[in-house]
């Protein structure tokens, strides 16, 4: 958008916040200002905290970038706080949001869709510690997390149940373990853009996903032409199951073995990572859109909710 200073749209850049990906969250939102500012948006940068309807009520902004992840900034909340307040803002709106966050309830979206998911059940954290809820192997997590935050492996060879974190919550999701490639997509409006291929030496876990040379991205992946367009119609359709609008990601596990019936979605992101090493920003740039332009798109594609 090449407009000038004096006419610039202001634009408050949510970023922060308390959830346990602070930390990502504060370097999606300075990349994404940065970005916005080198294409002369007017750009207020807001560490999200309890007085945000105060502060946003001051800034009145044209539109709001939510570079939020995890509760409360990912799950509907503040989206209810920004349709609320009437201020347009990116990414999917409240319903959409809290169905993709809740882990359990997106797999039950995605099963009625028609789209392959794994058997999953949520759990007293009390009785995973003491005993195999299922079969193993299977994989642990919080239902409403992000960011492989608080996700336990626990294998075959595994002598006992997991021995959860005290910090863990009372009830966590179990689902079982599919092996195989690491893929995702990106969904940009109704164009699922590309499938990314994520080589790590072990689990993708946060520092996998957040650490320079974590891992390795392959985009495009080079995987079967069937594979990779299973990749992007799952994604679009699980976008649009979920009801989602702007940015999503959508992550799969692939047993080559198996072939397509080897292709699981395990979940999707609607408010996708925007750090130096993101998936989503990559992707784009693949297809040929710059970080610059996809930033000023994810702005220009805020609404007030539906």
């Given amino acids: ?15 922060g916040g308390p959830s346990a990906e602070r930390e990502v969250s504060l370097s999606s939102g300075r990349a994404c ?18 007085d945000l309807c105060a502060v946003l009520g001051d800034i009145n902004p044209d539109y709001v970038l939510n570079c939020l992840h995890g509760r409360w900034g990912e799950d509907g909340c503040v989206q209810g706080l920004l349709e609320w307040m009437g201020l347009p803002y990116s990414h999917s709106g409240v319903l959409a949001s809290a169905l993709a966050m809740d882990k359990q309830r997106c797999k039950e979206v995605f ?18 510690r003491t005993r195999h809820v299922m079969e193993p192997p299977y994989v642990v997590k919080p239902n409403n ?22 910090d863990m ?5 179990v689902e079982q373990f599919v092996p195989g490639r690491e893929l995702t997509t990106t969904v940009l409006g109704q164009r699922a853009l590309s499938v990314t291929d994520i080589l790590t030496t072990g689990w993708y876990d946060y520092d996998a996903k957040y650490k320079a040379g974590g891992s390795t991205h ?28 702007g940015v999503s990601r959508t992550d799969f596990r692939w047993d080559e073995s198996r072939g397509a019936e080897g292709l699981i979605l395990l979940e999707t992101n609607t408010q996708p990572g925007m750090t130096p090493t993101s998936l989503a920003p990559e992707q784009a740039l693949a297809c040929g859109i710059s970080f610059g332009e996809l930033c000023a798109w994810m702005v220009e594609d805020a609404s007030c909710g539906r």
């Fill in 145 to 166: 997390e992000g960011s492989s935050v608080g996700v336990y492996l626990i294998g075959e060879e595994n002598n006992g149940p997991p021995q959860l974190d005290a």
């Fill in 218 to 245: 392959v985009v495009p992946a080079e995987v079967p032409t069937e594979i990779f367009e299973l990749c992007l119609d799952y994604a679009l359709r699980a976008h649009n199951a979920l009801g989602c609008r």
């Fill in 169 to 173: 919550p009372d009830f966590v999701m």
């Fill in 33 to 50: 200002a940065a970005a916005l500012r080198e294409r002369d948006f007017n750009v207020i940068e807001v560490d999200a905290g309890p």
């Fill in 111 to 128: 099963r009625a869709a028609g789209l392959p998911v794994v058997q999953s059940l949520i759990a007293a954290a009390g009785d995973v």
């Fill in 1 to 15: 958008m090449g407009t000038s200073s004096r006419t610039a749209p202001t634009v408050a850049v949510l970023l």
